[in-house]
């Protein structure tokens, strides 16, 4: 059917508002009872289970048997799939179902949806992709968004879109992520490798080695809960070891954090606090005390790096006048100088392990404290040596757990197979940037053809028509929702596949529902950097209500453009897992033998066995030369000519302290809002994965809201107590959420962790009211608050940890949580 034709027929119809009641109905009647009783081996982000089936639907969940330190949250699994904010059908926006392209965008997000078939569905998406490869070509879509979608190597849920909308034309892409957009970024031109993404030295050889560990801007016994592939949890073997060295005196942990963090009350290790944003100052004083005093490894800074002479005039303060002092440094930093110098002294007193986190590079000029912990661990002279140097990465994945060298099975393919071309087969972007960076989208949106600076070279945006997400959040991810607002309501096409009616479901137009790796096969590596083993996810139960594996959303959508066949490779579910299961038994076969796929599918597991150890950059110690880094001189770079060269104000050719846009402490912005939000990985969730299970949300929540962490002398000034709702606000946004008051947070620092789920709601309360600009968030998305600004010229990455903001005691009619209970659906009579 033409969409036009299809469109006439609506026109006429009037339509009749009923509620979300039938996204209301009672869960356990979807349990068709099937009499069997087993239990199935699964994989996903939080770790490996077996699961109990029983009359066709999940019992119970317990962890895989290798699996010695299950993540809490396996109590939150049961609830991914039977759950309240389901998709249940695909949907489309009411105005967008009526009017289409030239539909009211600013009523987007007012929550009012219609049911549709699947086939109508994807008619309308190809339509709506139709429509904008005719009138702008590729520059007017942007497909390029990636993010947490679930495990599996053939269901991953961005790689099926992103396959299939490649046959039909091409698209804007993005480069980096706001993980580590800045960290990976920066560090290849320091150190010669993204880092962040590289195997680090082993745990074993940290234990056995290293005497002082610097825990920075790290919360590992959080952060390791959940990995990229399904998770071992191996990590937690090493920090127990750890935990017992350090109550016995043999290794001395030091974490620098503003907050007493997960991982500081376990070992029982020692505290510095710090202001937040400020660390670059510090290391300084450091460096600036290891110059001073000649404790710095001359002759390893000499042979290993290059740049320290162009660095020293600043650091001395020849270069303006600003000597970086323990002084100094304590005037903004908040540590004192007598603990910066000592800190220096312990650093070079015996073997030095620094471990750096990722959060401390989501902030404006989050290039500068890597580069800077780089120039720092090069003073040490460590770095190479087991147990001592830098890492950027002990805290994600299971990083430092001895690996196998097996190779994982491979994955359904994310392009166009060699020599296909799309439908709409234009290159042309019109003068405008195919690939931008990650965060920046939003920009785009609101000021096409603007140019700006990203890594050396210019990016033009394009003027972005239409998106599509899968697998990703963006209304989780993205800072500062009132800007999103604006910018969405210049699209004239947002579409969504996933599993539940996030935010970014509610702000779409076509929404498409998948169904959870629970009810479907696939195949996965156990242990993302171990490569402990491969896993059989086997399906547990069949999709719920209307929804489709991914696999088969796009397999139905490929057939529409009539490239099944290719889409496919005449392969179906089955068949895919077996083929890529016995392309890495071939791969694997001289060194880790593997059983027929059979045996695999029905044991569920195949090992791999134990690791080797292995230490970072040890090439690189024993010969520069032979094995130089990645960078333009093969050695650490302190100063850099390429940086130098971009002559960016806010990325110099050196690290350097440099003023926030906003900061707490005495910083900009807090004479007016003085608290710091921190809005940190949570400690119960994956982003916003494991929000919509409610019986664990409640396990945390506060008046059914997501938590806001206070100290108690903040809370005490504003005369809230434990348990308030509080509207927390800045000029950007306002939010509620309910106050938990708590001496692990020292005064003007609030904790709210991303990836609760955005709830706006109007004045009036009302969800259809959550399409305005400044509307209240009724459950407590701190990017709500978050400012959208990149980090530097340089990486241009996610910056929302630069965000100040104030709270009060809520007074109001307290307005009912909006974000979990799916749309208000209408019928058209
Ligand atoms: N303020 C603030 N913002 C942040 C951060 C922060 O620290 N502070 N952190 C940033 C970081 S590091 C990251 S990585 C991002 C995370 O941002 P995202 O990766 O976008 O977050 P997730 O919530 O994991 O989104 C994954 C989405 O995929 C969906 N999904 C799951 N399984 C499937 C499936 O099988 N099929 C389909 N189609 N969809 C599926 C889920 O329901 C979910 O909506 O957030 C960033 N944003
Ligand atoms: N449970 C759980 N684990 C996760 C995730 C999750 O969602 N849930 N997400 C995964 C993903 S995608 C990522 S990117 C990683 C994120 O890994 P990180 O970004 O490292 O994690 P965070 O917990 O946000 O922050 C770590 C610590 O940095 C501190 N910090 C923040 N700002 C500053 C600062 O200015 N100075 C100093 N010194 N410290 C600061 C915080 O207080 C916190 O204790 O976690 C991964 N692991
Ligand atoms: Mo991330």
New binding site residues.
């Given amino acids: 059917m033409k969409r036009r034709d299809f469109l006439k027929g609506l026109m006429s119809a009037s339509c009749m508002a009923i509620g979300g009641t039938s996204l209301l109905s009672p869960l356990s009647a979807l349990a068709a009872p099937r009499g069997r009783d087993e239990w199935l081996t699964t994989g996903s982000h939080f770790g490996a289970f077996k699961i109990r089936r029983k009359n066709g639907v999940i019992a119970e969940v317990k962890p895989f048997e290798l699996d010695q330190y299950p993540t809490d949250m396996i109590k939150g699994i049961k609830g991914l799939v039977y759950n309240p904010s389901r998709i249940r059908y695909p949907m489309v926006r009411l105005d967008f179902y009526k009017n289409g392209h030239k539909s009211n965008t600013a009523e987007r997000g007012d929550f009012r949806f219609v049911r549709v078939t699947w086939d109508e569905a994807l008619q309308l998406f190809k339509a709506s992709l139709d429509e904008i490869q005719t009138k702008y070509g590729p520059s007017g879509l942007h497909a390029g968004q990636t ?4 495990t599996g190597q053939l ?1 991953s ?1 961005t790689s099926h879109m992103q396959r299939a909308v490649s046959m039909h034309g091409n698209f804007v892409k993005k480069v980096g ?3 580590t957009g800045a960290g990976q970024t920066i560090l290849p031109y320091v150190l010669g490798s993204t880092e962040v993404y590289a195997q680090g030295t082993s745990w074993p050889l940290i234990l056995k080695n290293t005497k002082t560990l610097i825990l920075w801007s790290n919360d590992p016994v959080k952060n390791l809960q959940v990995g990229w592939n399904a998770e071992t949890h191996e990590s937690y073997a090493y920090l127990a070891e750890l935990k017992a060295k350090v109550a016995k005196g043999e290794i001395r942990v030091i974490s620098i954090d503003p907050v007493e963090t997960k991982t500081q009350a376990y070992l029982g290790c020692e505290r510095l606090y710090i202001n937040p944003q400020t660390d670059v100052a510090m290391m300084l004083a450091i460096a600036y005390e290891l110059y001073q005093q000649k404790l710095y490894d001359a002759e390893f800074v000499k042979s290993y790096s290059l740049g320290f002479e162009d660095f020293l005039p600043y650091l001395l303060g020849k270069a303006d006048n600003t000597p970086k002092t323990p002084e100094w440094a304590e005037a903004i930093c908040g540590v004192s100088a007598t603990t910066i110098r000592d800190l220096a002294r312990v650093m070079v007193k015996d073997r030095t392990q620094i471990m750096m986190g ?2 401390i590079q ?1 902030q404006q000029h989050g290039e500068q404290p890597y580069w800077m912990a780089a120039v720092l661990a090069t003073m040490i002279g460590q770095i190479g040596l087991p147990g001592g140097g830098i890492s950027y990465g002990h805290h994600y994945s299971s990083i430092g757990v001895p690996a196998t060298s097996a190779a994982a099975p491979g994955a359904f393919p994310r392009n166009l197979d060699e020599g296909k071309k799309p439908l709409f087969d234009s290159n042309d972007f019109k003068g405008a940037s195919s690939t931008i960076p990650v965060a920046r989208w939003v920009d785009a949106i609101l000021e096409p053809g603007k140019t700006i600076d990203a890594n050396g070279s210019r990016v033009t945006y394009p003027d972005i028509k239409m998106m599509v997400f ?5 209304w ?4 500062d929702r009132n800007r999103m607002k604006q910018a969405f309501q210049k699209l004239e096409a947002v579409v969504t ?4 009616w ?1 935010a ?1 479901a509610r702000f779409s137009d076509i929404v498409l529902p ?1 169904c ?2 629970l009810e479907r096969n696939d195949i996965d590596v156990y242990g993302s950097y171990a490569n402990r083993g491969i896993l059989a996810m086997h399906k547990m139960v069949e999709p719920l209500f209307d929804s489709l594996s ?1 696999f088969e959303i796009f397999t139905r959508f490929a057939a529409i453009l009539g490239r099944e066949q290719e889409y496919t490779r005449g392969m179906n579910e089955m068949q895919w897992i077996e083929h890529l299961y016995n392309e890495c038994r071939e791969a694997n076969k001289a060194k880790y033998p593997m059983p027929d796929f059979a045996t695999f599918w029905k044991e569920g597991y195949v090992h791999f066995g134990e690791g080797e150890e292995w230490t970072r950059h040890a090439d690189f110690r024993a010969d520069p030369e032979i094995n130089p880094l990645g960078t333009p001189s093969g050695l650490i770079e302190i100063f850099s000519r390429k940086i130098a060269a971009f002559n960016y104000d806010d990325c110099p050719g050196h690290p350097m302290w440099m003023e926030k846009k906003e900061r707490s402490h005495g910083g900009p912005g807090s004479d007016k809002h003085p608290l710091w939000l921190q ?3 949570p400690d119960q969730r ?4 494991m929000c919509e299970s409610e019986e664990y949300r409640a396990t945390y929540t506060v008046k059914g809201r997501e938590p806001v962490y206070i100290s108690p002398e903040d809370a005490k000034a504003r005369g809230v107590k434990d348990g308030d709702i509080v509207r927390v606000f800045n000029d950007r946004g306002q939010l509620l959420a309910g106050a938990v008051i708590s001496k692990r947070f020292p005064k003007g620092v609030i904790r709210i962790h ?2 609760a789920w955005y709830g706006p709601v109007g004045k009036d309360g009302s969800k259809e009211g959550g399409s305005e600009i400044g509307a209240l968030c009724s459950y407590g998305d ?2 709500t608050l ?1 400012m959208d600004i990149g980090t530097s010229k340089l990486a241009q990455a ?1 910056a ?2 630069t965000c100040l903001v104030d709270f009060e005691k809520f007074e109001g009619k307290v307005p009912e949580v909006s974000s979990f209970t799916g749309p208000v659906e209408v019928t058209l009579s």
């Fill in positions: 993010g947490w979608r679930a269901h849920s992520d706001y993980s990722w959060c989501r899968s697998g990703n959040n963006p989780n991810h993205h800072q596949i996933d599993v539940n996030t970014t998948a959870t790796t991914d809005s940190c990985h994956l982003h916003s994965q991303e990836g701190p990017n978050t996610c929302a940890y």
